[in-house]
C-alpha cells in the first residue's frame, strides 16, 4: 500500500512538472526570401496608436510564464488592386513592457533582463522588422483567419522567413492584419540564454525556446 501510494504521488508530479511550455508550435524559421515590388502598389501607413503586439514567454516544465506588449514604431501596408500585397513595419524593442508583474522591482529587473544581452539585445538592435514577401488566401475555420502571412522577420540582426495565420481585412475604413497567437523559436535569432539547447541548464531553469505573439496591426486610409 505505502509503495503504491508513493508511486501515485510521483506519478502526480510527473504530470504537473509537464504541463509547463506551450502548446502552441513554433513557426517554421526559413532563409531569407526576396521582397517582391510591386510598381502600381498604394502604400497605407500604418497607425502605431491603433496597432497593437502582445507577447508571451514561459518556463518549459513549470506553470511560470510572463505576457507582456511592445510597440509598432513605424509600417506601411502596400495594396495593389484592393488587395494586400506587401508591407514593412519596424518594432520598437526599447518598448518591451511585462503586464503581469505588478511588482515594480520584480517588473524592471525582467524588462532589464529581456533588453540585455542574454536575450535582445536592443542597445545594439534596437528595432526588429517583419517584411511582408507573400499573402496568400488560404481559410482556416478553426483559427478563423482568411490568409497566409509570409515575410522576412529580423531579430538581432538575424533574418529568417516564416509563414502564419491572419486575418487581412481591406474596406471603406482601412487595412487590417490580425494574427491569432503563433510562435516563434527564439534560437533561430541567436537568444539562447537557458535554452535546452545549451548544456548544464537545470530543467526547472529552462526557459522555452519559443515566445508567442499575438499581432493587430491597423492603417488608415
Known amino acids: 500500500m505505502k509503495k503504491n501510494h508513493i508511486l501515485s504521488i510521483i506519478s502526480a508530479a510527473a504530470l504537473l512538472w509537464s504541463c509547463g511550455g506551450s502548446n502552441t508550435e513554433a513557426v517554421e524559421a526559413t532563409e531569407a526570401q526576396d521582397v517582391p515590388v510591386y510598381l ?25 510564464f510572463h505576457v507582456g506588449t511592445i510597440n509598432l514604431l513605424e509600417g506601411n501596408f502596400q495594396l495593389d488592386n484592393g488587395k494586400l500585397v506587401g508591407g514593412r513595419f519596424v518594432i520598437d524593442m526599447n518598448s518591451i513592457v511585462c503586464t503581469d508583474l505588478e511588482d515594480e522591482t520584480y517588473n524592471n529587473k525582467l524588462v532589464s533582463h ?28 478553426e483559427k478563423g483567419t ?72 491597423k492603417g488608415k486610409f
Open 114 to 141: 529581456l533588453k540585455s544581452n542574454d536575450f535582445f539585445a536592443v542597445d545594439s538592435f534596437p528595432t526588429a522588422v517583419f517584411e511582408i514577401t507573400n499573402v496568400t488566401e488560404e481559410a482556416n475555420a
Open 146 to 217: 482568411t490568409h497566409i502571412v509570409s515575410g522576412n522577420l529580423t531579430i538581432r540582426g538575424i533574418t529568417k522567413n516564416i509563414s502564419f495565420p491572419a486575418t487581412i481585412t481591406v474596406d471603406e475604413n482601412g487595412v487590417s492584419i490580425q494574427a491569432p497567437e503563433f510562435g516563434v523559436n527564439r534560437t533561430q535569432f541567436n537568444v539562447m540564454f537557458r535554452s535546452s539547447g545549451i548544456a548544464g541548464v537545470l530543467k526547472e531553469q529552462l526557459i522555452d525556446d519559443n515566445f508567442l505573439l499575438t499581432l493587430n496591426v
Open 40 to 64: 502600381t502598389a498604394t502604400s497605407v501607413v500604418a497607425s502605431t496608436d491603433e496597432s497593437s503586439i502582445n507577447w508571451k514567454g514561459f518556463k518549459t516544465y513549470s506553470s511560470d
